[in-house]
């Protein structure tokens, strides 16, 4: 499957914006969602997974209770929705996809990922 993130822009600290990974030549469905982030000369981060069906979901500690992952398998995208944004979250986030036969699984290891997209660059102001 091929991802395509967008959605990325400027905001200013305590603002909200969502991310967007639209995949083609596959069904989203069957596949596991994350999101990674990466700060330049520093390494790809786990932000958030969801699973195939969308009941399972995971985030690291420094995004949670802010940040939301969501997805609509009809319309063959993921989501990620950021509120109270700050400087900090600025950096290029990716969406991934990963085959998985069962519906409940969550991922949150770069390695896990076989399908990424090519980032959207997330700068927040202070």
């Known amino acids: 499957v091929q991802l395509q993130a967008s959605g990325g822009g400027l905001v200013q600290a305590g603002g909200s914006l969502r991310l967007s990974c639209a995949a083609s030549?596959?069904?989203?469905?069957?596949?596991?969602v994350a999101w990674f982030r990466q700060v330049p000369g520093e390494e790809r981060e786990f932000v958030a997974t969801?699973?195939?069906?969308?009941?399972?979901?995971d985030y690291a500690d420094s995004v949670k209770g802010r940040f939301t992952i969501s997805r609509d398998n009809t319309q063959n995208t993921g989501y990620l929705q950021m509120n109270s944004v700050k400087p900090d979250d600025t950096a290029v986030y990716y969406c991934?996809?990963?085959?998985?036969?069962?519906?409940?699984?969550?991922?949150?290891?770069?390695?896990?990922?076989?399908?990424w997209g090519q980032g959207t660059l997330v700068t927040v102001s202070s």
């Open positions: 969801i699973s195939r069906s969308g009941g399972h979901k």
């Open positions: 030549g596959g069904a989203l469905r069957n596949y596991v």
């Open positions: 991934a996809a990963a085959w998985r036969t069962h519906s409940n699984v969550i991922l949150t290891t770069r390695g896990s990922f076989n399908s």
